[in-house]
């Protein structure tokens, strides 16, 4: 049979820019003061007078919002919409909202035409009384899991007259003769409505609804014999999954001359056992000439596979060429050989069915392939107990085999992720496969807005289910295939604040996670602006790595994840003066003394240490507190440090250039002098190889070209020269044009021309210039990698 294809369209997949009404919306309700006022007394948002936002701008604002946090769209936002003179709505989602009665009724006053309101748990039955007064408009109804909006017996009082200020006797919902008072609705999803007792209840639901034509009553009990569906003689569309003695109702559904969609799958197959299966199924589709789709999964309504005619049409297929094509492997469905099913839901069924070769249908539901998984993906978004389990047959698609349909599959994974955020293993499933998607060879392929979408998912997973270990496991592993931190600087404070979060941990447990986490945020402080830098510090980053040193030193313990603190911590002082002013308030030197004590042979330690001292010697208000004896002592004995080749000597130096930088007045200490310190510290510049490969990586060249103007102090320009002339020399590509756009050429040139540095200062200057114009002329004759501190 011909395999079909359920495809969703979803806006993340276009390679397009984002249109720019949802640009501009998302922005407006992130800042909701730019079309509204805050009532100081109420906390409700007003429009502003003279704003008038028509149907598609209003609806697409409660979109966007129910896309960002559906939880967080209450009344203070929909308080917008009571202007009905300036704001239009007709078709609205609230699913998983926040809105109350109070909010619900308001948006009811706009007349709606389809209205979801599927687990809001802030409804109650005060909302079925606001619909009934208003429902004459509405088409579409989706009350989904909401269960306290209708009644729970058809002898509750009437809500109409509840609130009535006369004396007389509170008339029955029965008396009324109606549950709703909606006559032109066409759509009603009502789910999981548990009833035992009572089986007229879905009769006084269903019985006024007389233009229905599609209804969803999946986990409904107690459903009777269905007898109730026979008036409506428009319904086309009844969705019975899940509902218990669906065997009973049968007989009535086998009547509904004009259905074309039928569900009656169920997720346990203890509920789905027929009596004589193939005869039930087959008397059921030839009742149902009009029949295009059809659900049986979790049944065994698909037979055993077993059957005298199917043998004797194998042994005849010899003797008639044509006669292949009369098999089928159902035998409910022999009927539709010849006119297959748009649709056949055969995931879960007894016996395998979807396993089976010759099936009477266009599109699939199974576990058979990629496409039959993918189908069910598809056609179980709102059925989370189905659902996990389809997703984690495509996780070992992805893990064992080849997705053959990439895109499609990242579609799917992402609407289950995003429908059913609190599902905790539909989001631990879901962020498994977003894993291998993300290092996959077909990465690159993706848009920028599927990528975007990926990272918002993953950390919507992540902030719900913060306790759990293998959620944060998978998503910061997922977050590590992508480009830090360009691709996720869309999202760049939350996802600090989630990482510190996690670096904070609770325990031993959590190290795992805590170590991606740490290693994360590090990548995430390279490559950033000094705004993002003084963010990261703003969060918290500082005092959170200065405690996780506190930890390491209190254990004994050296591991990755101090070198790590002290990384991100060089990383994110970096010409940012306001952290390294936090770093010193925490008592970062302490705690570099300390380590230096406790780890004093660790080479990657003492760089990073030593990189961080670099920044704060940097900042000028902030040397006074480096001066002491004991400080100047450690970084002048560090200049004879062999220690990850030159790289702790370099830095001891860099820093002892800086504190030199402001002259012999500020040299508060006697010992030891500022003099013996110069002096060492030229011995060991004079040692270093100038073609030494660097663990380094500089953004700019701004403090060290501010040295080079340092004339009083000679050696402060030298150790400057030296810097240049080593990366220029070593990575012409990435420093020489640095250089000189940040003014370098002009300020050796000057220093050519003074009578102040020494011989070997002009020496490495002349090598700085010459190297860039080579550059500049010739371009690199040879690309060098290098290792980055980040």
Same mark, same amino acid.
């Given at each position: 049979m011909t395999m079909g294809t359920i495809y969703i369209y979803c806006p993340w997949e276009d390679s397009s820019p984002e249109p720019l009404l949802d640009i501009c919306g998302k922005y407006v309700i992130a800042h909701p003061e730019t079309f509204c006022v805050l009532h100081q007394e109420t906390g409700l948002w007003c429009l502003r007078p003279g704003v008038a936002l028509p149907t598609e701008i209003c609806e697409k604002l409660i979109s966007l919002w129910q896309d960002r946090d559906p939880e967080a769209l209450d009344d203070r936002f929909i308080n917008i919409f009571k202007d009905l003179t300036n704001t239009r709505l007709k078709r609205i989602t609230l699913r998983n909202s926040g809105v109350s009665d109070g909010g619900l009724n308001l948006l009811l006053s706009h007349h709606l035409v389809e209205l979801d309101i599927s687990n809001c748990i802030k409804l109650s039955e005060r909302t079925?009384?606001? %619909?009934?007064?208003?429902?004459?408009?509405?088409?579409?109804?989706?009350?989904?899991?909401?269960?306290?909006?209708?009644?729970?017996?058809? @002898?509750?009082?009437?809500?109409?007259?509840?609130?009535?200020?006369?004396?007389?006797?509170?008339?029955?919902?029965?008396?009324?003769? @109606?549950?709703?008072? *909606?006559?032109?609705?066409?759509?009603?999803?009502?789910?999981?409505? !548990?009833?035992?007792?009572?089986?007229?209840?879905?009769?006084?639901?269903?019985?006024?609804?007389?233009?229905?034509?599609?209804?969803?009553?999946?986990?409904?009990?107690?459903?009777?014999?269905?007898? !109730?569906?026979?008036?409506?003689? !428009?319904?086309?569309?009844?969705?019975?999954?899940?509902?218990?003695?669906?065997?009973?109702?049968?007989?009535?559904?086998?009547?509904?001359?004009?259905?074309?969609?039928?569900?009656?799958?169920?997720?346990?197959?203890? @509920?789905?056992?027929?009596?004589?299966?193939?005869?039930?199924?087959?008397n059921l589709v030839s009742s149902l000439p009009n029949l295009i789709s059809l659900d049986i999964s979790g049944t065994n309504?698909?037979?055993?596979?077993?059957?005298?005619?199917?043998?004797?049409?194998?042994?005849?297929?010899?003797?008639?060429?044509?006669?292949?094509?009369?098999?089928?492997?159902?035998?409910?469905?022999?009927?539709?050989?010849?006119?297959?099913?748009?649709?056949?839901?055969?995931?879960?069924?007894?016996?395998?069915?979807?396993?089976?070769?010759?099936?009477?249908?266009?599109?699939?539901?199974?576990?058979?392939?990629?496409?039959?998984?993918?189908?069910? *993906?598809?056609?179980?978004?709102?059925?989370?107990?189905?659902?996990?389990?389809?997703?984690?047959?495509?996780?070992? %698609?992805?893990?064992?085999? *080849?997705?053959?349909?990439?895109?499609?599959?990242?579609?799917?994974?992402?609407?289950?992720? +995003?429908?059913?955020?609190?599902?905790?293993? %539909?989001?631990?499933?879901?962020?498994?496969?977003?894993? !291998?998607?993300?290092?996959?060879?077909?990465?690159?392929?993706?848009?920028?807005r599927a990528r975007q979408k990926m990272i918002i998912v993953l950390l919507d997973a992540m902030e719900t289910h913060l306790d759990d270990s293998t959620m944060m496991r998978n998503g910061c592993l997922t977050l590590c295939q992508f480009r830090i931190p360009q691709d996720v600087l869309f999202e760049y404070r939350r996802l600090v604040q989630l990482l510190l979060r996690l670096i904070r941990g609770r325990g031993d447990g959590d190290d795992f996670v805590r170590r991606i986490a740490i290693y994360l945020?590090?990548?995430?402080?390279?490559?950033?602006?000094?705004?993002?830098?003084? +963010?990261?510090?703003?969060?918290g980053a500082i005092e959170t790595m200065l405690k996780l040193i506190n930890d390491r030193l209190q254990r004994h313990m050296h591991d990755d994840m101090l070198e790590i603190a002290w990384s991100a911590m060089w990383n994110v002082t970096d010409e940012t003066p306001v952290n390294c002013l936090r770093f010193l308030d925490g008592q970062g030197m302490t705690y570099f003394q300390k380590c230096l004590k406790e780890f004093p042979d660790k080479p990657e330690l003492l760089r990073n240490m030593m990189g961080l001292l670099g920044n704060v010697a940097e900042v000028k208000n902030l040397r006074s507190r480096l001066m002491t004896s004991e400080l100047l002592t450690t970084f002048a004995d560090l200049l004879d440090s062999n220690s990850d080749g030159i790289e702790v000597s370099y830095n001891a130096a860099g820093v002892l250039s800086h504190i030199a930088s402001g002259g012999s007045e500020v040299w508060t200490i006697e010992r030891p002098t500022r003099n013996e310190v110069l002096e060492r510290m030229v011995a060991a510049i004079e040692r270093w190889d100038l073609a030494s490969k660097r663990n380094i990586n500089y953004r700019s060249f701004e403090p060290i070209l501010r040295l080079l103007e340092v004339y009083h102090t000679p050696q402060c320009q030298h150790w400057a020269a030296w810097a240049l002339a080593n990366l220029t020399r070593v990575y012409p590509d990435k420093y020489c044009s640095l250089v000189e756009e940040e003014g370098g050429i002009n300020l050796l040139e000057e220093l050519l021309k003074s009578p102040k540095p020494y011989q070997r200062i002009k020496a490495l200057a002349r090598i700085v210039i010459t190297q860039c114009q080579m550059f500049k002329e010739y371009g690199s004759l040879e690309h060098m990698d290098y290792d980055s501190d980040c």
């Open positions: 079925l009384e606001n %619909i009934n007064r208003v429902g004459d408009s509405l088409t579409a109804l989706v009350i989904g899991k909401t269960k306290d909006i209708l009644p729970d017996s058809v @002898y509750s009082p009437s809500l109409e007259s509840s609130d009535s200020s006369d004396s007389s006797p509170v008339s029955e919902i029965k008396q009324r003769g @109606y549950i709703l008072r *909606t006559p032109n609705l066409k759509k009603l999803v009502v789910r999981e409505l !548990y009833l035992p007792k009572e089986k007229e209840y879905f009769s006084l639901l269903l019985k006024p609804l007389t233009k229905l034509t599609h209804l969803d009553l999946s986990g409904c009990l107690f459903l009777n014999d269905a007898s !109730y569906i026979l008036p409506m003689k !428009y319904l086309v569309s009844i969705n019975l999954h899940n509902v218990q003695r669906i065997q009973e109702a049968i007989p009535a559904i086998s009547e509904m001359k004009t259905l074309k969609f039928l569900d009656i799958s169920q997720a346990n197959q203890k @509920y789905g056992v027929f009596e004589s299966p193939d005869t039930v199924l087959a309504l698909c037979g055993d596979g077993t059957f005298d005619e199917y043998r004797d049409l194998e042994k005849k297929s010899e003797d008639s060429g044509n006669m292949e094509t009369d098999l089928c492997d159902i035998p409910g469905l022999r009927s539709r050989i010849q006119n297959p099913l748009e649709f056949l839901g055969l995931y879960n069924t007894l016996h395998d069915a979807c396993h089976r070769n010759h099936i009477p249908a266009k599109v699939i539901t199974g576990d058979a392939s990629e496409e039959q998984i993918l189908a069910a *993906t598809a056609a179980y978004l709102d059925r989370p107990e189905v659902l996990v389990k389809a997703l984690n047959e495509l996780f070992h %698609i992805f893990r064992f085999e *080849t997705c053959h349909d990439q895109q499609r599959a990242l579609n799917l994974i992402l609407l289950s992720m +995003l429908r059913h955020r609190r599902e905790k293993h %539909i989001q631990i499933s879901g962020s498994a496969s977003l894993f !291998y998607i993300a290092k996959g060879e077909d990465k690159n392929s993706l848009s920028v945020l590090n990548s995430l402080a390279c490559q950033v602006d000094g705004e993002q830098k003084e +963010l990261v510090g703003d969060l």
